[in-house]
Every structure is written in structure tokens, then in C-alpha cells.
Nanobody, 129 residues
């Protein structure tokens, strides 16, 4: 059974940093496209970042404009874990953050939620001003 488990959320101040982790289990995710999405109260779920394998040792990372330059996505295949390093946090980053996986890396468009087969339960990030 495939499971994605997020951790690392919390309550921080404006300008602080957090690192979210998503541990995958149930199968290998070495070829997977992994994504992070978020949903704020009263808003639609939105794309944050994704990382897609483009070669044996190469990856492509994609970011939403709102987080570009502040967030960094990375993947550790040995640990079946994807990370989201979030720096210079703003109040508008407050949301539940979800990890998602497309195990076979089937799609080139990584920002569409429907392209992911598996989702985590989410972790709350609150940025206080």
C-alpha cells in the first residue's frame, strides 16, 4: 500500500524558515515526479513545487511564481523522501501543505493536481506576522 506522510509543519514568524518532508512507502519512487501543493482556508488547492526526473542523474524542478526564489524542492531517492525548504516565509504562505506523487513520472506538466496518483494527509504551516 502506497503511503505519503508529510512532516515538518508548524507555527513560525514572518521571515522564518521551515523544511517539510514527505516520506513515501509501499513502492519505489526513484522515477516518480513528486509535487507539493497547498490549500489555504476558503481557497482552492494550488501548486507550489515539483521535481521530475529527466535522466539517470538529472532532475527538473518547477515552482509557482509566488514561491520562486524562496522555496527549494529536493528528492532523496535512497530515503524515498522529498523535501520542501521554505525560506523567507510570508503570512500568505499559511496553508495546509500536501505532498503528491506520480510514481512513473508520466507527465511533463507538473502543476496539475490531476496528474498525481497519491497524496499525503497534509501538514499545517502557519506564518504569523
Amino acid at each position: 500500500q502506497v503511503q505519503l506522510v508529510e512532516s515538518g509543519g508548524g507555527l513560525v514568524q514572518v521571515g522564518d524558515s521551515l523544511r517539510l518532508s514527505c516520506a513515501a512507502s509501499g513502492r519505489t519512487f526513484s522515477r516518480a515526479t513528486m509535487g507539493w501543493f497547498r490549500q489555504a482556508p476558503g481557497k482552492e488547492r494550488e501548486f507550489v513545487a515539483a521535481i521530475r526526473r529527466t535522466g539517470t542523474m538529472s532532475y527538473y524542478a518547477e515552482y509557482a511564481d509566488s514561491v520562486k526564489g524562496r522555496f527549494t524542492i529536493s528528492k532523496d531517492n535512497a530515503k524515498n523522501t522529498v523535501y520542501l525548504q521554505m525560506d523567507s516565509l510570508k503570512p500568505e504562505d499559511t496553508a495546509v501543505y500536501y505532498c503528491a506523487a506520480d510514481p512513473e513520472g508520466r507527465y511533463n506538466i507538473n502543476s496539475v493536481a490531476a496528474n498525481y496518483d497519491y497524496w499525503g494527509q497534509g501538514t499545517q504551516v502557519t506564518v504569523s506576522s
